[in-house]
Each structure stands twice: as C-alpha cells, then as structure tokens.
C-alpha cells in the first residue's frame, strides 16, 4: 500500500495507477540569495550551522573558515551566522583541531561513532539559533552559497518548514552518478511509500535547514535514516508544499565504496517502513 499526504498533513491511501504528488513545490536557485540581503532579512532571529564530522581532517577546515570568513561579523563577513559548531562525531583524524583553528565551537558526539542523527541531535542541543542549518563536513567544493541558498526559503518566506539543498554529484571522474543510495533505496522507498516525495531532488541531501521549533517537534531519527525521516515526519505534519529545495550547483564529496553503502541503505528503509507502518495504523 502507498501513501500519500493529504492537505491537511495527513496520510492517504494511494490507489494503483494513481502518483499521489503534490504539483506544489517551492524550488530556487541560490543565486537569488544575497548574504547582505539575508543579513537585513534576519530580523533580530539568530542562525546557527552546524557541522556533523567524522574523521573529516582535509574538508573541514575549509568549510568552518569559508562560513566563519564570509558569512560571521567575527570572522569580517556579513552579519548572517551567529555562530558555527562541528559535532566530532568520535574522530580519529585531526578534524576537531582543523574545526577549531578555523574559527567552530568543537562539541563532542554523545558516544563515539554514534551516527549521523544523533549528532545532529547534539548540534541542536548545543546551538541557540532560532534557525540551525545543518552542511556535511565532506565536502571538497564548499562555498558560501550552500550556507546561504538554505537560509534563504527560511528568512524569505514564513510558510516553509525545511529547506534541503540538491545539486549534481560526480562520481569519481563522471559528472554524474553519486548519490547511488538516493537512486537505488531513497527514491524506490518514496515511490512506493510516500509519493508525495518524489518532487524532492535530494532526499537524502545533508545540507538542511529549519526553525528550531521544527525539530523540536520533528527531532532527527538515529543514524542515516535522519534525513528521509525527516521529510516524511514534516510532510505528514505540516504538508510536503511547506518544503523548499534548492539548487546549490555541483557537490563534489567522498564516495564511499559500495560495501560501506549497506548500513546506510538498511537504516533508511527501516525507518521508512516504520513511519510507513505508523501511518497504516499497524
């Protein structure tokens, strides 16, 4: 059986033959999004990005020194992000030393390695931004925009309720082909369970943001499994249209090697089904 969400937040059967979509969906560009302007479109709110990282020595120094440079008062920037945590989420590398000398607050993971979601659960805990957005620690192209194209929905725009980034990935030398978790379980799993998800580019996508008071009544599921069950428990609850997306451009990354891509893919159709379940009323 299929789900589907009704305006009212709540799910629906979806017949055979029948898609389910929403035809509603806010997408941009991150180029409509200006730090300056973004800045002003504050209002008093403060902003907080936090970094999830595991043994992410050679991205994240750049990527803490890019937000903290550009987008902080304290670093010389616009006055967008009020502050910048990395998560270390049981390193072994130097990535809470480079997370450091760039400018973050380091806090530490609950317990060590203990997953994606719970995590960001402690970015959450640690932070005080009215707004938090979360960035992978992985990324070897960052740049400002991925911070500011997801602050934009959310300081432009008070019906939106997350805002997930989606990009082309490489793989290795293609210009394409990353993302095979998303291809080969994210997108199988909504098409099937939650169609009302397929307008989502990126189910999967770490760059994502949202009031705090989101999370709060919407707080990140463990593991892998954080971000699809994130769009499904917003979508049931508030409506898959209060959802923006945006374009951040290309997303250059580490690939992991197939074998370790298992874990993730398991995590995320268990939590899938279970919200799935839920919503039957099984």
């Known amino acids: 059986m299929r789900f589907a969400m009704r305006d009212d937040g709540t799910m629906t059967d979806v017949a055979p033959g029948e898609t389910g979509e929403s035809t509603t969906a806010r997408r941009h560009v991150h180029s409509e999004f200006d730090a300056g302007t973004l800045a002003a479109a504050k209002a008093g709110r403060a902003v907080s990005v936090c970094i999830p990282a595991r043994n992410e020595a050679g991205t994240i120094g750049p990527i803490v020194h890019t937000v903290v440079s550009q987008l902080t008062l304290q670093g010389g920037g616009v006055d967008l992000v009020d502050e910048v945590i990395v998560i270390d989420d049981g390193s072994t590398d130097a990535t809470a030393n480079e997370a450091e000398s760039a400018g973050a607050r380091v806090v530490r993971g609950a317990t060590p390695s203990g997953g994606k979601g719970q995590a960001m659960r402690v970015g959450l805990e640690a932070s005080s931004g009215e707004i938090v957005a979360f960035v992978d620690g992985d990324v070897a192209n960052f740049e400002a925009h991925f911070v500011t194209g997801l602050l ?53 996508a770490g760059e994502t943001a949202a009031p705090r008071w989101v999370f709060d009544k919407c707080p990140p599921a463990d593991g892998y499994a954080v971000e699809i069950a994130l769009l499904i428990d917003v979508a049931s609850r508030f409506g898959v249209e209060t959802i923006a997306q945006v374009d951040l451009g290309v997303r250059v990354h580490r690939n992991r090697p197939l074998d370790q891509l298992r874990p993730q893919a398991t995590e995320i159709l268990a939590a899938s089904l279970a919200r799935s379940l839920l919503a039957n009323g099984s």
């Open 152 to 204: 934009g929905p959310l300081l432009t725009d008070d019906d939106v309720t997350v805002v997930k980034g989606f990009y082309r990935r490489p793989l290795h030398d293609a210009p394409d082909g990353g993302g095979r978790v998303t291809e080969l379980m994210a997108r199988p799993v909504i098409d099937l369970l939650f169609p009302a998800l397929s307008i989502i580019e990126q189910p999967l």
